[in-house]
């Protein structure tokens, strides 16, 4: 069974992270694993230009990131979760939060979705950035949204037939039934297969 002592959470410096937070926070609980919080700092010419220098504008934006999290943090600390932050001066967050979970060594990276409508609810480029290059699994967390009780997707490719993508289904199957168990949450494994059926493409959904 997966487990997770080291757990990246990609906070989106512009974004709301209470949930994202918060589930970090559970899973290091159920695991008894470290938070690396990782976040980003940045500020565009114009920006600059309000500052006495581009150094003083770096330590006060970065000083202001810090201070975003603190209370945060101290949360998490009381309850007993190991937790170190670390905020980058970078206008490309999300290609270095991939960054920082190879550097960390990191088991999961959990990343955060805007709170939406369900029919308006899709990945945006930063989710995708994070999704094809973190070298670890992906756990994507809606904001405004409770989990237990609800349902965990995996997503699997049952067309394909080599070994590498069923390696990959096997610990999507993996990860999710662990991350679903320390959650509350109920996995349901989802695939479309590239077959076409008239005009539409053959989806199969299989549950537990």
């Not at 979760?81 to 999961?108: K, M, T």
């Not at 070298?135 to 409770?146: H, I, Q």
């Not at 349902?151 to 069923?166: K, R, Y």
Request: glycine fraction near 8%; proline fraction near 4%.
């Amino acid at each position: 069974m997966a487990s997770y002592k080291r757990i990246l959470v990609a906070l989106d410096p512009e974004a709301p992270a209470e949930a994202l937070i918060r589930c970090g926070v559970e899973l290091a609980q159920a695991d008894q694993g470290t938070l690396y919080w990782f976040s980003c700092a940045h500020a565009s010419s114009e920006e600059l230009a309000a500052y006495a220098s581009a150094q003083d504008a770096k330590r006060q934006l970065l000083g202001v990131a810090r201070a975003r999290l603190s209370g945060w943090m101290a949360q998490a600390r009381e309850a007993g979760v190991a937790i170190e932050l670390e905020v980058y001066w970078n206008d490309d967050w999300p290609q270095s939060a991939v960054h920082a979970a190879a550097r960390r060594g990191a088991d999961l990276l959990l990343c955060g979705l805007p709170k939406e409508d369900a029919a308006n609810a899709r990945l945006t480029a930063r989710e995708r950035t994070l999704l094809r290059r973190s070298p670890c699994p992906v756990l994507v967390v809606r904001e405004g949204r409770e989990w237990a009780g609800h349902t965990l997707l995996l997503a699997v490719d049952l067309g394909a037939d080599d070994p590498a993508h069923a390696r990959l289904n096997t610990a999507v199957v993996e990860h999710g039934k662990r991350l679903a168990e320390a959650l509350g949450m109920q996995p349901v494994l989802v695939a479309a297969t590239g077959r076409v059926l008239g005009t539409r493409s053959e989806e199969r959904r299989v549950g537990k």
